[in-house]
């Protein structure tokens, strides 16, 4: 069982890692890519401030040499705060390097524990790489990652779940509802909503070792029940319950 997650462009950088990266082929044609790329070239391509530019370039700078952090440690959007595992619990740490990958258009998918540097980079981003752009580059590089027929829990986002071909997994989509009274169905569904739920899913299933999909069904934080005349064996359906 594999549980697939999408990266965040905000970073924390507080907790440093003793290891260093390992860069595939990929990784490294991308990064020559974005150095050889100038101000103005960073500007048009992220859409992005001369304020917002000098954060850019010193990401890119520091790709090579840089200072390096777990990757669960150093991600810090909206989802990856509702996560808040230890990555010293070495029984968190095992199940999170076994089920767990992060879907990043750098480096691949990743482990919860593999170092890192920051980035900025995701597969909109309009870098061309030997003439490919970033989806074609990777290419069906990302299902080597994952064995064919296992089960694949997808909370991740549609830009990075395309990656992978579904026709290859016992694939389970996830959506997260809340009540909401003047909704004809009476529920209410949204960016934030879905951020949420995720990372608390994954919080769930580390905490608890979860290796089945029944088990799963028993996911209730912060209010969730799990519906199921909305789901099936392809779609995990949580409802929020009224307050």
């Given at each position: 069982?594999?549980?697939i997650f999408a990266p965040a462009k905000e970073m924390?950088?507080?907790?440093?890692?003793?290891?260093?990266?390992?860069?595939?082929?990929?990784?490294?044609?991308?990064?020559?890519?974005?150095?050889?790329?100038?101000?103005?070239?960073?500007?048009?391509?992220?859409?992005?401030?001369?304020?917002?530019?000098?954060?850019?370039?010193?990401?890119?700078?520091?790709?090579?040499?840089?200072?390096?952090?777990?990757?669960?440690?150093?991600?810090?959007?909206?989802?990856?705060?509702?996560?808040?595992?230890?990555?010293?619990?070495?029984?968190?740490?095992?199940?999170?390097?076994?089920?767990?990958?992060?879907?990043?258009?750098?480096?691949?998918?990743?482990?919860?524990?593999?170092?890192?540097?920051?980035?900025?980079?995701?597969?909109?981003?309009?870098?061309?790489?030997?003439?490919?752009?970033?989806?074609?580059?990777?290419?069906?590089?990302?299902?080597?990652?994952?064995?064919?027929?296992?089960?694949?829990?997808?909370?991740?986002?549609?830009?990075?779940?395309?990656?992978?071909?579904?026709?290859?997994?016992?694939?389970?989509?996830?959506?997260?509802?809340?009540?909401?009274?003047?909704?004809?169905?009476?529920?209410?569904?949204?960016?934030?909503?879905?951020?949420?739920?995720?990372?608390?899913?994954?919080?769930?299933?580390?905490?608890?070792?979860?290796?089945?999909?029944?088990?799963?069904?028993?996911?209730?934080?912060?209010?969730?029940?799990?519906?199921?005349?909305?789901?099936?064996?392809?779609?995990?359906?949580?409802?929020?319950?009224?307050?």
């Amino acid at each position: 069982m594999k549980i697939i997650f999408a990266p965040a462009k905000e970073m924390k950088v507080d907790k440093i890692s003793t290891d260093k990266p390992k860069y595939s082929a990929t990784t490294q044609a991308i990064i020559q890519s974005l150095q050889a790329l100038s101000d103005d070239q960073l500007k048009k391509l992220y859409k992005i401030s001369d304020q917002q530019v000098s954060q850019v370039k010193d990401y890119i700078r520091h790709l090579n040499t840089g200072p390096a952090y777990k990757a669960l440690d150093l991600y810090n959007g909206l989802a990856f705060r509702q996560i808040e595992l230890n990555l010293e619990d070495s029984e968190i740490a095992s199940y999170l390097d076994q089920h767990f990958r992060i879907l990043s258009a750098l480096y691949g998918p990743i482990k919860a524990t593999d170092p890192i540097r920051p980035y900025r980079l995701d597969f909109n981003t309009p870098l061309k790489v030997d003439g490919q752009n970033l989806r074609h580059l990777w290419g069906s590089d990302f299902n080597a990652f994952f064995e064919k027929g296992e089960t694949v829990l997808n909370l991740a986002s549609q830009e990075f779940s395309v990656m992978l071909d579904q026709g290859r997994y016992h694939w389970v989509d996830f959506e997260f509802y809340e009540y909401d009274p003047n909704k004809t169905d009476g529920l209410k569904k949204h960016s934030t909503i879905s951020k949420k739920g995720r990372g608390k899913m994954v919080a769930f299933l580390a905490s608890n070792q979860i290796k089945n999909l029944t088990d799963i069904q028993k996911f209730d934080a912060d209010g969730y029940q799990f519906d199921l005349d909305h789901s099936n064996n392809n779609k995990f359906v949580f409802i929020k319950k009224r307050s």
